[in-house]
C-alpha cells in the first residue's frame, strides 16, 4: 500500500513543507541521565500534486502519508518509543 520511492520523490520535490508551529524544549529525566527533546504542535502543508488512483497505486501520495501519519499514533516516531517518547496525534484533519 505505501511505497516508500513515490513517497520520497514528493517530499523531495518540495510536496511536504512546515506551514506552522510551535515547539518547545521539554527534558525527561532518566534513572541515569535526562533526555532533551521537544513538545508542541507542527502543522504540514501538502502542496504537490496528487495523481490519480490505477490498479498499482490503490492509494495517492496524499493518502499514504495520511495512513503513515495515522500509525504514527501507534508507532511513535524518534528516539526511546518504548519508554514514552515520540508521541504523535493528530489533531485536525485539513481538507
Same mark, same amino acid.
Given at each position: 500500500?505505501v511505497?516508500?520511492?513515490?513517497?520520497?520523490?514528493?517530499?523531495?520535490?518540495?510536496?511536504? =513543507?512546515?506551514?506552522?508551529?510551535? /515547539?518547545?524544549?521539554?527534558?525527561?529525566?532518566?534513572?541515569?541521565?535526562?533526555q *532533551?527533546?521537544?513538545? !508542541?504542535?507542527?502543522?504540514?502543508?501538502?502542496?504537490?500534486?496528487?495523481?490519480?488512483?490505477?490498479?498499482?497505486?490503490?492509494?495517492? =501520495?496524499?493518502?499514504?502519508?495520511? /495512513?503513515?501519519a495515522?500509525?504514527?499514533?501507534?508507532?511513535?516516531?524518534?528516539? *526511546?518509543?518504548?519508554? !514514552?517518547?515520540?508521541?504523535?496525534?493528530?489533531?485536525?484533519?485539513?481538507?
Amino acid at each position: 500500500m505505501v511505497q516508500k520511492e513515490q513517497i520520497e520523490q514528493y517530499i523531495a520535490e518540495d510536496g511536504v =513543507i512546515i506551514e506552522d508551529y510551535e /515547539l518547545k524544549a521539554h527534558y525527561v529525566s532518566f534513572v541515569r541521565h535526562p533526555q *532533551k527533546g521537544f513538545v !508542541g504542535s507542527c502543522k504540514y502543508h501538502l502542496r504537490g500534486p496528487d495523481e490519480m488512483i490505477t490498479s498499482q497505486h490503490p492509494l495517492t =501520495i496524499r493518502q499514504q502519508i495520511f /495512513l503513515l501519519a495515522q500509525l504514527a499514533f501507534y508507532t511513535g516516531c524518534g528516539y *526511546k518509543t518504548a519508554m !514514552g517518547m515520540g508521541r504523535v496525534c493528530m489533531t485536525k484533519r485539513m481538507v
